[in-house]
Each structure stands twice: as C-alpha cells, then as structure tokens.
C-alpha cells in the first residue's frame, strides 16, 4: 500500500462545475496535510494546508480532513480552465517534526471551457 | 525577490559524468531539501538538512552526495550518472512543520 494514494486520473469538469479531488493516506499518525497545484513544467505551489478535522476554506477552494477515515479532499467550485494542472496531495510523515512530506502521485485536473 | 532558486534549469549529460545542482534560498528557512519528480510525476524525497545537518537520508544511491555549506544553501552532486537518473529535481526549503516553497526545478537528462 502506497503511503499516500490518489487516483491519477485525468479527472475532467465543465467550466463552472465543482471538482472534487481525493486522498487517502497509511499513517495515522499524520499531523499536517497540504494540497500543491502544478502546472505541467513548473514546480508545485502550495494552495492549502489543513491541520485539524473539519473544512477550511480559502475562496474558491475548500480541504476537508477526516482523520479517523485517513481522508482529505479539496474541492474546487466555480472550476476555471486556468485550474487545469496536476494536484498533488501532501502528507507529513508522522508525528515527527522533521518536515518529511510525503506526496501522492498527483490527479490531474482537467477544466473544459 | 524571496525564493528558493535553483542552477541550472537544464542539464543534459552523458552516462558516466558527474554534474552537480546548486540551490539556495533567501526566506530565512532553517531546513532544505532535494526531491525528486520521475516521468510519471512522482514526487519523493531524497534529502533533508536542518541548519546544515543531515536529518532525512532516503534510500538513494551512493552516487548522490548532498552538501550544505550554510543553512542557506543545499548543493546535490551526483557521481557517475546512469540513464536512469533522468528526472526532474526539486530544492526545496521550509521552516519547523510548515510548508515547503519549492525552486523552479532542473531538468536532468541523461543520454
């Protein structure tokens, strides 16, 4: 089992629509969790961090944790095409406080106009 | 500007050679890293030095040899580079359990 799995995809929406983009992750003792948006040949940029259960929102986008389902999403509303790019979810291996991220291999997002 | 810069953006060399990437950041961070991005976009860590002490040493060949002069800086020299070593590679640096801000990236290629 991969340490932090998400579905490849392409996952593709309609301009408008909300895309709903997932994660799974193995260590339980997990304590942060980030989404990085990349842009093919670029280098990732962070657009959410979540700490604790729950939402948290930031305009367009919202992360929601399940740590007892080893669970977060991020939800993308009103998608625009400029959204269109690879998701890379992040996990913070364990409880440590080395900084060791552990990345998912990504869902690419398409948003067709 | 803040970032974490990278040299050089692309490199292309031969089997057998040895190459080194430079990397260094100007956002005060106190940890660094190398990672590594294979064709299918995965993403994984190699190495991490806090203040200039090697704290994460993933499992990867003895070829590659990181090097921190200064918390600031973080050089990765590879040693007889063999085809598969073609990848992108990230430095990237954060402070204690934040988020890491990544450079621009330098595209290895290996003929």
């Known amino acids: 089992q991969k340490e932090v799995e998400q579905n490849s995809g392409p996952l593709s929406v309609p301009e408008g629509a909300i895309a709903s983009l997932n994660c799974t992750y193995s260590?339980?003792?997990?304590?942060?969790f980030f989404w990085y948006r990349q842009y093919s040949g670029k280098s990732p940029e962070l657009i959410m961090s979540?700490?604790?259960?729950g939402d948290k929102e930031d305009g367009r986008f919202t992360a929601q944790l399940n740590k007892a389902s080893q669970y977060v999403s991020l939800l993308i509303r009103d998608s625009q095409p400029s959204d269109s790019a690879t998701y890379l979810c992040?996990?913070?291996?364990?409880?440590?406080?080395?900084?060791?991220?552990?990345f998912g291999q990504g869902t690419t997002l398409q948003v067709k106009p | 500007d803040t970032a974490v810069s990278q040299t050089p953006k692309y490199l292309v060399t031969q089997m057998g050679n040895d190459k080194s990437i430079k990397c260094e950041q100007n956002?005060?961070?106190?940890?660094m890293y190398w990672y590594k991005q294979d064709s299918k976009k995965f993403l994984k860590i190699m190495f991490s030095?806090?203040?200039?002490?090697?704290?994460i040493n993933e499992t990867v060949p003895n070829r590659f040899s990181p090097k921190s002069p200064d918390k600031a800086h973080l050089n990765l020299h590879i040693n007889s580079l063999e085809l598969g070593d073609s990848a992108v590679y990230f430095c990237?640096?954060?402070?204690?359990?934040?988020?890491?801000?990544f450079g621009n990236g330098t595209r290895l290629t290996v003929t």
């Open positions: 260590d339980r003792g997990s304590q942060s």
């Open positions: 030095y806090n203040n200039k002490e090697l704290i």
């Open positions: 956002l005060g961070h106190d940890t």
């Open positions: 992040a996990v913070n291996h364990g409880s440590s406080n080395t900084g060791k991220l552990i």
């Open positions: 979540i700490y604790s259960n």
């Open positions: 990237a640096s954060s402070r204690q359990n934040s988020p890491l801000h």
